[in-house]
């Protein structure tokens, strides 16, 4: 009897979750909720492929791995989200918006069993794939902060011709705009 050779293809989801405690975790909150949906992936995975399926990496916005731990979420923090990121390899057929939705119900499923034998609530809000060449990784790409701030042009090298360059381009009705604003804001 002839056994077919299984083609895989990597994929790679990002998953939403929230989780809090009941009580008070000796722990990381957040590295336990990214352990208890890993889990609950593996779940899923080894009930829909048995062996033809393994989970590559896992990175997550809140754990600190390759930062310096005061930029990781303190200890006991629950999370109103939190993005979670997971490489697999999966049977190449099912790489499909099927299997999609059968991993975020069967996920949620799992995380909901998990938590009525835990202290630890997790809860899945949203899972998408994303390109397997994308090069987000949650635990930089979601935590990086951009900054910006507001100061007289005046203060600036040239700030004057960037003031004439502003008040001689047209981006929209000023009028209708600065009333927009302050009616926004009343």
């Known amino acids: 009897m002839e056994t077919k050779e299984v083609v895989l293809s990597t994929i790679r989801i ?25 889990i609950a992936v593996e779940k899923v995975l080894d009930e829909k492929f048995g062996s033809n399926a393994q989970i590559l990496s896992r990175t997550q916005s809140t754990v600190a791995n390759q930062r310096h731990s005061s930029l990781s979420q303190e ?16 049977p190449k057929e099912h790489n499909s918006k099927d299997f999609l939705k059968h991993l975020y119900l069967r996920t949620q ?7 009525q034998n835990n202290e630890l609530n997790a809860k899945l809000q949203a899972c998408k794939q994303i390109s ?26 040239n700030g004057g011709e960037v ?16 009333n927009t604003t302050v009616a926004s804001y009343r």
């Open 14 to 38: 990002a998953f939403s979750i929230a989780y809090c405690t009941k009580t008070q975790n000796n722990g990381s909150l957040c590295e336990a909720a990214g352990s208890q949906l890993q």
């Open 75 to 90: 200890p006991n923090v629950a999370s109103a989200e939190d993005i979670v990121v997971m490489s697999f390899r999966i």
């Open 109 to 115: 499923d799992n995380l909901e069993d998990a938590s």
């Open 132 to 157: 397997s060449k994308s090069m987000l990784h949650a635990e930089s790409d979601c935590t990086q902060r951009v900054y910006h701030y507001l100061l007289p042009l005046w203060w600036l090298p």
């Open 163 to 178: 003031e004439q360059w502003w008040l001689n381009t047209t981006f929209c009705d000023m009028d209708h705009f600065n």
